[in-house]
């Protein structure tokens, strides 16, 4: 089951992408503190509702790999996700942090 939230639009805006949670990408970000939490949600809002597949300082796309296509940086943590653009949605796959140059994600250490 995916959760589905739509950002809300700016005047003036173009194209807005819908944005889905998988349960894994929730269950990480409910692990955070309430701060964490607050700041992760509101740049994925502001750096995914619109074009998401543009390569920016903080957002890069990622050689292939098992986990997604592409990476949000917001310090220390790491964003997860796949962009559909026929359909218009950001699927957050999962939400992890840096240590070092150690990736953890779902609380064990990972290897892209």
């Known amino acids: 089951m995916l959760f589905t939230w739509?950002?809300?639009m700016k005047e003036g805006a173009t194209l807005m992408f819908?944005?889905?949670f998988t349960p894994e990408a929730i269950e990480d970000i409910e692990q955070l503190r309430a701060f964490d939490r607050r700041h992760?949600?509101?740049a994925i809002e502001e750096q995914l509702s619109h074009?998401?597949?543009t390569l920016t300082r903080n957002r890069k796309q990622l050689r292939p790999n098992k986990?997604?296509?592409w990476e949000l940086r917001i310090v220390p943590y790491r964003i997860f996700y796949d962009?559909?653009?026929t359909r218009s949605v950001v699927k957050i796959i999962a939400v992890g942090?840096?240590?070092g140059n150690t990736l953890f994600i779902h609380g064990e250490e990972y290897m892209l």
């Open 6 to 8: 739509l950002p809300t």
């Open 18 to 20: 819908e944005i889905e």
């Open 40 to 42: 992760i949600i509101a």
């Open 51 to 53: 074009q998401p597949a």
């Open 67 to 69: 986990l997604a296509e």
């Open 83 to 85: 962009v559909d653009t």
């Open 97 to 99: 942090y840096k240590q």
